[in-house]
């Protein structure tokens, strides 16, 4: 079919980054998700919210070696966002009566809870690093996130050569470590 | 120092930068020392976690991007106040084109077509039925009722158009499209008027007299979309001897009617409907027929003048029939959503009408 072949193509897309792909894949699929959560009292900011984490969710599933989709990219992008949206006012306690529009909709659970964790991680890996304080943060980031070599780390920062900088880095990554660890606890 | 030149060690081991001979030492001593052995895996799952850190904020920073640049483009709507009337006026101002096309196509397809069913078509034409549509006279005596009752509120319709014939339609979209018969949109306009007497612009968007069905699109600012459609539309047949309830308009105010299925085809073993038992009156063409559970089955259209109570339906299949053929002509269409969850299941009646009873509307149509 050759809507199927499309739907790879953008999946394949949207996990090498492309961002042809993303903006398909964005554009098609918003407005659904967008008149959804307005008409379960939300926001458009809430909207926008829900959205781009059904595409991270959607993203990270499409960079997993085993991955297939067993539905149109749009079911699956309706069914994260109503079950996040759920979620969300419940916690929220505006949980009223959910409007469901046509769409059909697929499990999405367990997809759910491996992106709930990722969110997890992510989120202490970045308030670890919000507290680190400057140079480090930045330091770590030319490194680790950025892939810049030592020596034009040292430029950047002002050391005067880089072996200062990868003792500098040493112990920055080691608080960073800390911070990291003492929240991020394995086998939980 | 060691202990930072063992981290760099690491990291390019677990980068893959060593030759094979530092590596195979590296190998051998972490095999040797457990503690370095650790000291591995601990690095290697954090760097793990900063990889997938980085890869989400990448794609987060992308999203925003892409979300800033598709708004400033236009394809996405955003802001403004909260209320769906914006987005009816933006929907509207979007595809006034469109629709004023669609519909001045419509309207002289509905003329020339009307024209050549008057002449073809023997199911409608024939003496012995008789189309719920309510004629100029009736409207007019209604019309002139309704303006003395609210002398402030004047019609929509235009100055210089007359009313040509009025039924009942409801809507299968919380964007205000409208279903009716054919038969209905005599003119080449109509206006829809809720049960609290309030009257709405509409545009004809589609017309199949084939099947004597019409789609329309309330196109008036003053329009509140409603919040949900409560009724779902049903794709498979009904079955025979399901109890069935209408809501129409053969006088200015909504009328509720009940029955049953007496005959899977309509008359003259018409595929396209159903017969009905079921008393109704001029007027009521175009309202919904609905089974117990709520669930619209077909679109009342006829009835049969020498037998009491023997009125015909259109199969509610054949709205997806005439939904789908909108969705592949233009893609403005696109926002045509039809309900597929009824919430009356179940309910007391004086229920289901009260949830009901704001989504079917009273279509008047003119010419001029």
Redesign the interface.
């Known amino acids: 079919m050759k809507g199927d072949t499309n739907e790879q193509a953008l999946l394949k897309g949207l996990a090498n980054?492309d961002?042809k792909a993303?903006?398909t894949i964005?554009?098609d699929n918003?407005?659904m998700v967008?008149t959804y959560v307005?008409?379960n009292n939300g926001?458009?900011d809430e909207a926008?919210d829900i959205f781009?984490e059904a595409?991270?969710a959607l993203?990270?599933k499409a960079?997993s070696e085993s991955f297939v989709l067993t539905c149109q990219i749009k079911t699956y992008i309706y069914s994260v966002c109503r079950r996040l949206w759920l979620k969300r006012l419940q916690q929220l306690g505006r949980y009223a009566?959910p409007?469901?529009?046509?769409?059909e909709t697929v499990a999405v659970e367990e997809d759910l809870e491996i992106h709930e964790k990722?969110n997890a991680?992510?989120n202490i890996?970045?308030r670890a690093?919000n507290s680190l304080g400057e140079p480090c943060k930045s330091l770590l980031e030319g490194y680790?996130?950025k892939k810049m070599d030592m020596n034009a780390l040292a430029a950047e920062f002002g050391y005067t050569n880089a072996d200062n900088a990868?003792?500098q880095k040493?112990k920055c990554?080691m608080r960073l470590?800390k911070l990291?660890?003492s929240q991020?606890n394995?086998g939980e | 120092m060691d202990?930072?030149l063992l981290?760099?060690a690491i990291e390019r081991y677990l980068t893959g930068d060593m030759n094979s001979e530092e590596r195979s030492y590296f190998e051998n001593l972490r095999k040797t020392t457990p503690e370095i052995d650790q000291m591995v895996v601990e690095h290697n799952?954090?760097?793990h976690?900063?990889d997938?850190?980085?890869?989400?904020?990448?794609?987060?920073h992308?999203?925003?991007e892409?979300?800033a640049?598709?708004l400033e483009r236009g394809?996405?709507?955003?802001?403004g106040e909260?209320t769906?009337i914006g987005k009816v006026v933006q929907f509207w101002n979007k595809y006034k084109k469109v629709t004023a096309i669609a519909a001045s196509v419509g309207g002289v397809i509905a003329l020339f077509i009307s024209g050549l069913a008057f002449y073809f078509s023997s199911a409608v034409n024939d003496p012995k039925l008789e189309q719920l549509g309510k004629d100029l006279e009736v409207v007019k005596k209604n019309q002139q009722y309704q303006g003395a009752v609210i002398q402030e509120v004047t019609s929509k319709i235009p100055s210089n158009a007359r009313l040509l014939s009025g039924g009942s339609g409801f809507l299968i979209s919380?964007k205000g499209y409208i279903v009716t018969n054919a038969h209905v949109l005599k003119g080449t306009g109509a206006v829809v008027v809720n049960n609290k007497g309030e009257e709405f612009k509409s545009s004809i968007v589609h017309i199949d007299h084939e099947k004597d069905l019409a789609i329309l699109l309330i196109n008036d600012p003053e329009y509140v979309p409603v919040?949900?459609i409560p009724y779902a539309i049903r794709k498979s047949n009904a079955d025979l001897g399901e109890e069935i309830f209408t809501l129409g308009y053969p006088r200015n105010e909504v009328v509720y009617g009940m029955g049953y299925l007496s005959a899977k085809s309509g008359y003259n073993g018409d595929t396209l409907s159903y017969q009905i038992q079921i008393s109704v009156n001029p007027g009521n063409s175009g309202a919904p027929v609905f089974n117990k559970a709520g669930d619209i089955i077909g679109v009342l259209s006829t009835r049969q003048l020498q037998a009491d109570g023997v009125a015909f339906a259109v199969k509610s299949k054949n709205i997806y029939t005439l939904v789908d053929s909108l969705h592949s002509s233009d893609k403005a269409f696109e926002d045509l959503?039809?309900?597929?969850?009824s919430?009356l299941k179940g309910i007391e009646r004086k229920e289901q009408i009260r949830k009901v009873e704001d989504c079917v509307y009273y279509v008047k149509a003119y010419g001029k």
């Open positions: 980054n961002s993303i903006e964005y554009k918003f407005n967008q307005l008409n926001s458009y926008r781009q595409m991270i993203y990270e960079q009566h409007v469901d529009s046509m769409e990722r991680d992510f890996m970045d690093l680790y996130l990868k003792n040493y990554l470590k990291f660890f991020y394995i | 202990d930072i981290l760099e799952m954090f760097i976690q900063m997938m850190y980085t890869t989400r904020r990448n794609i987060k992308g999203l925003h892409v979300h640049y598709l394809d996405l709507n955003e802001g909260l769906t919380t919040k949900n959503k039809m309900p597929v969850k919430t």
